[in-house]
């Protein structure tokens, strides 16, 4: 479904998965669009998101940083930080870092008070947060 646009894509890059959401055309909402497992390399991620860049005619990337509350650096930062330099390289897109503290307790509460699923919710939880990081994104960059 490709288009006449330039969207943007954003990732909320997790252990276990790595939540997608995509912008509209004209860049002012964020919709959620899935959720890519993680197994073995960050290779299959990366391949798969390629993919959609190219399906969505993707111009840039939103990556969740997950800063530390107290403001040090930590080993998920790092691991993203690698993961978004490796997916820069074979891209090509600028990739820009979006503050994503407190973005699972918002797609819980998200979850919750739209009565999502117990067994649904590890599918949708990551694409949710990756909506929220992409929308704050856009909020503050219109």
Do not use: H
């Not at 002012?28 to 890519?36: D, F």
């Not at 997916?87 to 307790?105: C, F, H, K, N, P």
């Not at 979850?111 to 999502?116: A, D, E, G, L, S």
């Amino acid at each position: 479904m490709a288009t006449n646009y330039s969207r943007i894509l954003a990732l909320d890059y997790g252990t276990v998965r790595v939540g997608v959401a995509i912008s509209d055309p004209l860049g002012m909402l964020a919709r959620r669009l899935e959720t890519i497992e993680r197994q073995g390399s960050d290779e299959r991620v990366i391949a798969r998101v390629q993919e959609l860049c190219q399906t969505y005619a993707v111009k840039k990337i939103v990556l969740g940083l997950p800063l530390r509350t107290d403001d040090e650096p930590g080993e998920r930062e790092a691991d993203t930080r690698r993961f978004g330099a490796d997916l820069a390289a074979v891209t090509g897109l600028e990739i820009i870092w979006q503050d994503e503290r407190y973005t699972s307790i918002l797609a819980e509460e998200i979850m919750r008070q739209t009565k999502v699923k117990e067994k649904d919710r590890k599918k949708v939880i990551d694409q949710i947060a990756a909506e929220i990081i992409l929308q704050d994104y856009l909020n503050s960059n219109p």
